[in-house]
């Protein structure tokens, strides 16, 4: 598939910067023509260094309609500019602008990846019809969907999303060639000093976005009431901010106040350094409410840190209760603070759990991997004639 062109539609370069940057390098190495089409919150350099090809246009994050009424002009017309053959938008607003305007764009083939669907199991009401909603407008106006959590990709199947060729697990994946622990002798020791973490302490890290559905109250709950039991244990907060506000942005700061922890947590955002982060941590955890494949678990799980996550979709993928990690309820900090409490006091246990999740995730979530199950999905879209032409739901 030599010069075909693929356009990515991601709402922030960092985004594509941070989590797409790898696979679409891979899918360049493979002979396809990438460009990412973004809003510029500063990571385009960075992409453009990686060799990526970078269209800047009007994103915002969240629901703005003027905004996304500049954002679907602009898209389209970049999309037929560049004679764009594949059209692939990512959640979350990719979800209700990237496939319409691809669409009136007349791209050959539109896709798009579900990182998550905007809803869970526990979500009810309004909120889930409205989120179930947005997800069949998405389906409704692409050609493809493609997955990363097998529950999502069983769940549109089950509910006839799309007819059983056009929807696609492909899964999530990591660097491996990057997150490989045996890459960073010493590092522990140097940056954990770096940090102004001592060696006997036990550090509980989380990395996410610094967003309410990612837990950060559930954590802080938990970090003050394992603070008081474990005199050791200290916390590495890494998290990720967008450039634009967030409706449920959280302040890290008056979370740690508080639960009384500001003097035992490390608190760092937009860090590049994250293998040698990870190995600083004695566990990992994130108390998430909704996931698709949690890159943060895959990436403390190549690094062999033992893992601790809410017992949602996505996370139940990637941590099998008791062989590779521990679930905890949603929501429940009581559940939180006993699986981490048990992870503190076994030794044993964090080296097995470590290693096993590390073996997991090796196994079934790289980025090769990922990255080649989808050039093979192109690839048969394209030799097989499944794009917008012929297209029926």
């Given amino acids: 598939m030599e010069g075909v062109r693929v356009a990515h539609v ?23 023509e990438v460009s990412v089409v973004c809003g510029d919150v500063g990571y ?19 629901i703005a309609p003027w905004t996304d009424l500049r954002c679907l002009r602009s898209l389209r017309q970049t999309l037929r500019r560049e004679r764009v053959e594949i059209a692939h938008s990512h ?87 990057r997150f490989d622990r045996d890459g960073y002798p010493q590092v522990r020791r140097e940056k954990r000093r770096e940090l102004g973490l001592e060696e006997e302490q036990l550090v509980i890290g989380m990395v996410a976005r610094l967003v309410r559905e990612k837990g950060y109250e559930e954590f802080f709950e938990m970090a003050g009431r394992i603070a008081r039991e474990f005199p050791q244990v200290h916390f590495l907060i890494v998290g990720i901010t967008e450039a634009e506000d ?86 429940d900090v009581d559940d939180f603070v006993g699986k981490v409490r048990a992870l503190l006091g076994d030794g044993e246990m964090r080296r097995r759990l470590g290693e096993a999740g590390r073996a997991h995730v090796l196994e079934n979530y790289t980025e090769g991997r990922t990255a080649e199950l989808l050039v093979g999905c192109y690839r048969e879209i394209l030799e097989n004639g499944l794009t917008s032409r012929q297209r029926s739901c």
Avoid at 23 to 29: G, V
Avoid at 288 to 295: C, D, K, L, T, V
Avoid at 311 to 329: M, N, P, Q
Wanted: with cysteine; proline share 5%.
């Fill in 246 to 331: 967030q409706s449920d942005a959280v302040d890290p700061q008056r979370l740690m106040e508080e639960n009384g922890v500001a003097d035992r947590c490390v608190l760092l955002e937009q860090r590049s350094d994250m293998p040698e982060l990870y190995l600083c941590m004695d566990v990992a955890v994130l108390p998430s409410h909704r996931e698709g494949i949690p890159r943060a678990l895959l990436e403390a799980g190549a690094m062999g840190v033992p893992m601790a996550a809410s017992a949602i979709r996505g996370c139940r993928e990637v941590i099998e209760d008791g062989k590779t990690g521990l679930l905890f309820g949603l929501k």
């Fill in 91 to 177: 959640n979350p607003k990719g979800t209700l602008l990237g496939p319409l305007a691809a669409r009136l764009a007349g791209v050959p083939v539109v896709a798009h990846t579900v990182h998550g669907f905007l809803f869970n199991e526990n979500s009810k009401g309004l909120h889930r019809l409205a989120a179930v909603g947005a997800e069949r407008w998405c389906a409704g106006w692409c050609d493809h969907l493609f997955f990363q959590s097998g529950e999502d990709f069983d769940y549109a199947r089950k509910r006839r999303f799309k007819k059983q060729e056009r929807l696609h697990l492909i899964g999530n994946g990591i660097d491996e060639r």
């Fill in 10 to 32: 991601v709402p922030t370069d960092r985004i594509a910067y941070l989590l797409l940057r790898a696979r679409l390098l891979r899918l360049q190495e493979a002979g396809f």
């Fill in 44 to 62: 385009g350099e960075r992409l453009e260094e990686c060799g990526l090809r970078v269209l800047h246009i009007p994103f915002a994050r969240e």
